[in-house]
């Protein structure tokens, strides 16, 4: 594939080296916003009047992160509803060619979402998340991170009417997706982070497709990558998984206690390899207390260095309130800062 | 030859048509309406869900299992010695079941499926199937604190549905049916597996009884399925490829359910694709000992998929009886 980009990477960096601390990717939206949405979906207000309120809540959540003291940022994907439907069609998204929005199809409880299909060629459609991503970065000194969802989560939870096989698809989709980390990378990302919450859907089957395919995405291009895992049986994939070629994995440490950290007790954790630990549960109303999330801290610190460690919530925030996010972000850098004044790090 | 569905149907249609039953859980879940108006909203939705079955020419229907959250916790719920944790994502999909976790001895109060079997073959032209979860695979998919194996725990799921099933005969179903799909991707716990689907359905009499898998094959376990004491065993053909051969070159003395249509895609087969499956597996299991149905419950696709692929499935059906073999 041409690229233009294996100059080295000029965007910006976290402005500490140790305990960095940061968000996973989504925000809650504004009750404007929501509102908005809905009426944008019924044809009652323009593309232009929903992006002036999406960059209005981005502004506000680059402030709350500010305000807390996050060293690296995210947009808080004001613009998305689901982290795959974005990218195929979704709320004025730009779709990647060969992909639209299905009907709706339930996940669980009463939560329902636009499944996509797949009903052609995947190929790349204009840059999807540039436009928000530099917006962002120009509201604040702080490094914004690129987000993207990976290849093998995109095809999985679409339909695919199409390709002859997962592996055709993955492997096309892999494509798009380097093609969207280049454009971000000549926009300025330094960060970029590509999720894979589905990876463990099928691992005795093809996980290694998975890993193919974040090669495909990343090889080559001078940026820093990180992914995020969701919660589901790491424990199953946890020695394959730990060979994805990224810098960072992000894992939910706290929903499980820290049970992860058996793993990298019992398995190591590759030396090439920073670790994200979500310290704060996403999927709780209240707000851990500041000395358990230290102790989060302090038992991973035992397993792995001040300068390895990026630290986060479990998951995207979007199902918490504004203040709940808000307050869970404030735990979390509060206790990072007293760990660091306990070890008399910067 | 008749047609039939392997469990759920979609809960809502797409817009614009009104989502009613998932704003009548929005409108509980504020407060309000009560959990009483929200049950009448799923009697009404089951109505409707058996209608459209019975319009797409569906032979014998399933009440869609509106009520359900999930495959795994409706009957759990109402049982002793379980309480009901955390999301997990469903076998290979990306839907998510809320996991039972067994906290003490599995105890049965009353009937939880009978009367829901009841209130939808009233409102049906056709016979209602009942559906039961399947004993192995709640207990494959529950969090054991108690029982200590995966045999004692599905034994002691299977005690607890029997008085289902007991329930389902004497409020006079004729058609009663486990989903048990787990085993598919455990076959080397067959053994498990068949004495819970004994203790569930041995010495029933007044009722068909059928047992259900998908998301694969049984291919190397069909002979201890065939030996169960069920009269129709159903198999997805749609990502259980394998389910061909394992039915080639055996002597298949049960009825077939032939998951053929792909409930969890929503690429639509042809009425020719599938006249043409149907003449395939007639040469390996008489027509008169067949029954057509898509390859899983219909809750992966939207509500108007499913309806379009349950028409096409019995056009298909329709058209392999047309021509002679």
Redesign the interface.
């Known amino acids: 594939m041409a690229t233009d980009i294996q100059t080295k990477n000029a965007g910006k960096r976290a402005a500490t080296t140790k305990l960095i601390t940061t968000a996973v990717g989504s925000y809650a939206k504004p009750d404007y916003l929501t509102k908005a949405r809905a009426e944008f979906s019924q044809g009652k207000i323009s593309l232009e009047d929903l992006r002036e309120l999406e960059k209005k809540a981005t502004q506000y959540w680059i402030e709350v992160q500010e305000r807390v003291g996050l060293d690296v940022l995210v947009h808080g994907e004001m613009e998305r509803g689901d982290m795959v439907a974005y990218f195929s069609g979704e709320q004025g998204g730009n779709a990647i060619k060969g992909m639209r929005l299905g009907g709706l199809v339930r996940s669980y409880g009463n939560r329902y979402y636009h499944k996509p299909i797949i009903g052609g060629k995947l190929e790349w459609p204009g840059p999807m998340t540039v436009e928000m991503w530099e917006y962002a970065q120009t509201l604040t000194d702080r490094p914004v991170k690129g987000m993207l969802t990976g290849a093998y989560t995109m095809v999985e939870w679409s339909f695919d009417e199409h390709y002859p096989s997962r592996r055709d698809a993955v492997m096309d989709m892999a494509k798009v997706i380097r093609r969207e980390v280049e454009e971000l990378v000549k926009a300025g990302a330094y960060y970029i982070q590509i999720d894979e919450p589905a990876i463990h859907t099928r691992p005795e089957d093809d996980f290694q497709l998975a890993i193919e395919a974040m090669h495909a995405t990343v090889d080559g291009i001078d940026a820093e990558f990180h992914t995020h895992i969701c919660y589901g049986e790491v424990e199953k994939v946890y020695t394959e998984m730990i060979k994805l070629p990224v810098k960072q994995i992000h894992l939910a440490f706290k929903n499980t206690d820290f049970a992860y950290l058996d793993l990298i007790d019992q398995y190591g954790y590759p030396e090439d390899k920073d670790l994200g630990v979500g310290v704060t549960d996403i999927h709780t109303r209240f707000i851990e207390e500041l000395d358990d999330v230290k102790d989060g801290l302090r038992r991973t610190l035992k397993r792995l260095p001040p300068e390895r460690l990026w630290i986060l919530p479990d998951c995207g925030l979007k199902t918490r309130t504004v203040e709940e996010s808000e307050q869970k972000l404030k735990v979390m850098v509060d206790a990072v800062r007293d760990i660091k004044a306990e070890m008399g790090i910067a | 030859m008749q047609t039939t569905v392997v469990g759920h149907y ?3 249609p ?2 614009p048509a009104p ?1 009613r039953y ?1 704003n009548a ?2 409108k509980r ?1 504020r407060g309000d309406i009560s959990n009483e108006e929200l049950a009448q909203v799923a009697d009404e939705v089951t109505i409707e869900v058996i209608q459209q079955q019975v319009d797409a020419g569906i032979d014998i229907v399933s009440d869609g299992q509106i009520r359900w ?2 495959d795994q916790t409706y009957v759990p719920r109402r049982l002793g010695g379980i309480q009901i944790g ?2 997990q ?1 469903y076998m ?7 996991e039972p976790e067994v906290t003490g001895e599995i105890t049965w109060a009353e009937p939880v499926l009978a009367r829901d079997w009841e209130f939808a073959q009233k409102n049906s032209t056709r016979p209602v199937k009942a559906i039961l979860p399947g004993p192995f695979t709640l207990a494959a998919l529950s969090v054991d604190k108690h029982y200590g194996s995966l045999e004692k725990l599905a034994l002691a799921y299977a005690d607890a549905l029997r008085n289902e099933v007991d329930a389902l005969v004497a409020a006079g179903c004729k058609h009663i049916q486990a989903n048990d799909p787990a085993i598919v991707k455990r076959k080397g716990d067959v053994a498990a597996f068949s004495a819970a689907i004994t203790r569930l359905f041995d010495g029933v009499s007044g009722a068909e009884t059928g047992l259900y898998t998908w998301f694969g094959d049984v291919n190397g376990i069909l002979p201890q399925l065939l030996d169960l004491p069920v009269d129709v065993i159903g198999l997805d053909f749609a990502a259980g490829k394998g389910n061909w051969d394992a039915l080639k070159g055996a002597s298949f003395g049960k009825t077939l359910g032939f998951g053929f249509v792909d409930g969890r ?3 639509m087969e042809t009425p020719g694709e599938v006249a043409d499956a149907v003449k395939r597996i007639a040469a390996l299991v008489p027509e008169d000992r067949l029954r057509v149905n898509p390859s899983c419950g219909l ?7 499913a309806f379009e692929k349950l028409k096409i499935m019995v056009q298909g059906a329709r058209k392999a009886e047309g021509v002679p073999a």
Do not use: H
């Open positions: 979609p809960k809502i797409n817009r989502a998932r859980i929005n879940d959250d999930d955390g999301l994502r290979d999909t990306n839907t998510y079941y809320r895609n929503v690429r809750e992966y696709v939207p509500r108007e998929t």
